[in-house]
């Protein structure tokens, strides 16, 4: 029969409240879970004593946390998506990937990565239905922190469409459009078709848009193509490749765009024999991918599916 821990006296003010609650914590038998939750509780009741919310305020503040519950679907993740406009997302990736031993930066992974993308084809595109924007090529190797090649990596690739959307909150783009996973050849390389990404605003129906607005604050995200990259003995790279102006990154509404993960998009006007059956005009991006050692952990999808 399971045993409970039981406080020693009642509460009767404001003082007595939060060591009455760590207390009935203290039998807490995961150590890291205990310091996460006793933490929380501190800092949580000692925002509670700074703001000294009222009780009209206190119930607001939950009808938005269930709100966030009920707007998350198979096709839209609003709890991932309020996470990443606070910053937390952004600080999560940064307090777990410094990107100071010789891999490429890391960035967050976002609210519309699906999972499950079709595997391509070195070259493949991925543009699984008639999309606008002009053709883009991805390419670039897969390296190790020493420099050398990396056959046989995993490259998931996402973006949205031009057109502001991905295909998950899109019913007219194809099932996976503009979604695939690639595997770098004996030489590390990559190859990847696409179309030149377009920023776009996050979704703003929901409560997410309801705070941007009462914030005044924009809701763009710069252009930019998600990749996940993965191989055996090195720890995965979640990361973005931004195309767009200074002003737009600095403005990112999720705080991130970086410097070190900018791409250098070529315009070509000219048929290219390297890439005989891309029409012009064309862009052409090259960057590598360097992982450093590590345990490979993938992430879990804030998506399923898509809207019907």
Request: overall charge negative; some cysteine.
């Amino acid at each position: 029969m399971d045993s409970y821990v039981t406080t020693t006296r009642l509460i009767s003010k404001e003082e007595d409240v939060t060591p009455a609650v760590l207390a009935a914590m203290e039998a807490t038998s995961d150590p890291r879970f205990k310091e996460i939750i006793t933490s929380l509780v501190r800092h949580l009741h000692a925002f509670l004593r700074e703001v000294r919310p009222t009780e009209a305020e206190y119930e607001k503040g939950l009808q938005i946390l269930n709100a966030i519950g009920q707007q998350t679907d198979n096709a839209h993740n609003e709890a991932v998506l309020i996470c990443d406009v606070l910053g937390a997302s952004t600080l999560i990736d940064l307090i777990n990937n410094d990107g100071m031993q010789g891999e490429t930066m890391s960035a967050l992974l976002g609210p519309f990565y699906r999972g499950s993308a079709p595997d391509c084809e070195f070259g493949d595109t991925i543009a699984r239905s008639t999309t606008s924007g002009d053709p883009l090529v991805l390419k670039g190797r897969v390296l190790d922190v020493n420099g050398e090649p990396i056959a046989g990596a995993t490259l998931d690739v996402w973006q949205a469409s031009p057109d502001g959307l991905y295909e998950n909150q899109d019913k007219d783009q194809a099932d996976f459009n503009l979604r695939g996973k690639f595997v770098s050849d004996e030489n590390g390389n990559y190859l990847i078709r696409t179309v030149k990404p377009a920023g776009y605003p996050v979704p703003v129906h929901t409560t997410t848009g309801d705070l941007l607005r009462a914030q005044k604050r924009t809701p763009m995200r710069p252009a930019h193509v998600h990749f996940i990259v993965s191989a055996p003995e090195h720890k995965t790279l979640i990361t973005q490749i931004f195309a767009d102006t200074d002003e737009a990154m600095v403005n990112d509404v999720v705080f991130g765009a970086k410097e070190q993960i900018a791409g250098d998009l070529e315009l070509r006007e000219t048929p290219s024999a390297e890439y005989p059956d891309v029409a012009t005009p064309f862009y052409t991006c090259t960057y590598d991918f360097i992982l450093k050692p590590g345990e490979p952990r993938f992430p879990e999808p804030p998506i399923k599916g898509k809207v019907s």
